[in-house]
């Protein structure tokens, strides 16, 4: 019989929920962003497979993989410190769904990992980064959709229904994480297996 796996408990803050029913930025950036309601939740409902209910890709075939986007806050302060911004943007600019603080994301890539929270717990795999598009030059600031490569975020896939609400949670990995790496870029050249 083999050893049950390791589980490393990290606190994070999940800090946004953002659903969002349409996209926002299509064609180029200087055709401009459509005007679309996005809302940040207090509490979401997770479905497996198909995302979270009410966003713009839930049940997309072509999003089944990256149903729920993540990102953490401290790439997107780090990107404001980079280009020495005045105030760090608001995190919804950058349109993934989950924003939390504490959190360092690439080591996600290719595991299975839970978020907990008071509203209940769901599971997910990590996936593919979350490239950042040239939108953010000018939703952001000129040069951000250079800086935040690297910092865009984790797409996943939801293994299990469930609700998630903002506030104090829990990630838990089978991967340590480091949460002062957070805001620093990873730009791979292979992709992992």
Same mark, same amino acid.
């Given at each position: 019989?083999?050893?049950?796996?390791?589980?490393?408990?990290?606190?994070?803050?999940?800090?946004?929920?953002?659903?969002?029913?349409?996209?926002?930025?299509?064609?180029?950036?200087? %055709?401009?962003?459509?005007?679309?309601?996005?809302?940040?939740?207090?509490?979401?409902?997770?479905?497996?497979?198909?995302?979270?209910? +009410?966003?713009?890709?839930?049940?997309?075939?072509?999003?089944?993989?990256?149903?729920?986007?993540?990102?953490?806050?401290?790439? =997107?302060?780090?990107?404001?410190?980079?280009?020495?911004?005045?105030?760090?943007?608001?995190?919804?600019?950058? @349109?993934?769904? $989950?924003?939390?603080? +504490?959190?360092?994301?690439?080591?996600?890539?290719?595991?299975?990992?839970?978020?907990?929270?008071?509203? +209940?717990?769901?599971?997910?795999?990590?996936? @593919?980064?979350?490239?950042?598009?040239? =939108?953010?030059?000018?939703?952001?600031?000129?040069?951000?959709?250079?800086?935040?490569?690297? @910092?865009?975020? $984790?797409?996943?896939?939801?293994?299990? %229904?469930?609700?998630?609400?903002?506030?104090?949670?829990?990630?838990?990995?089978?991967?340590?994480?480091?949460?002062?790496?957070?805001?620093?870029?990873?730009? @791979?050249?292979?992709?992992?297996?």
């Amino acid at each position: 019989m083999s050893a049950p796996a390791q589980v490393f408990e990290h606190p994070v803050q999940l800090l946004h929920l953002l659903v969002s029913p349409e996209h926002a930025y299509f064609g180029r950036p200087r %055709d401009g962003a459509a005007d679309v309601p996005t809302h940040d939740l207090d509490e979401v409902e997770v479905v497996a497979g198909k995302g979270l209910r +009410g966003d713009r890709f839930f049940g997309k075939a072509a999003h089944m993989d990256a149903a729920v986007t993540f990102l953490a806050i401290e790439a =997107w302060e780090a990107v404001a410190a980079e280009l020495g911004l005045p105030a760090v943007p608001d995190p919804l600019l950058a @349109r993934r769904n $989950l924003v939390v603080r +504490g959190a360092e994301l690439d080591p996600l890539r290719g595991h299975e990992f839970e978020l907990v929270t008071a509203a +209940g717990a769901v599971r997910f795999r990590g996936g @593919r980064p979350a490239n950042p598009c040239a =939108w953010m030059d000018r939703v952001v600031a000129p040069g951000a959709h250079r800086a935040l490569r690297g @910092r865009g975020g $984790l797409r996943c896939t939801p293994l299990g %229904d469930g609700r998630l609400a903002r506030g104090p949670a829990v990630l838990r990995s089978p991967v340590p994480l480091e949460p002062a790496r957070a805001g620093e870029a990873v730009l @791979r050249r292979t992709p992992l297996p």
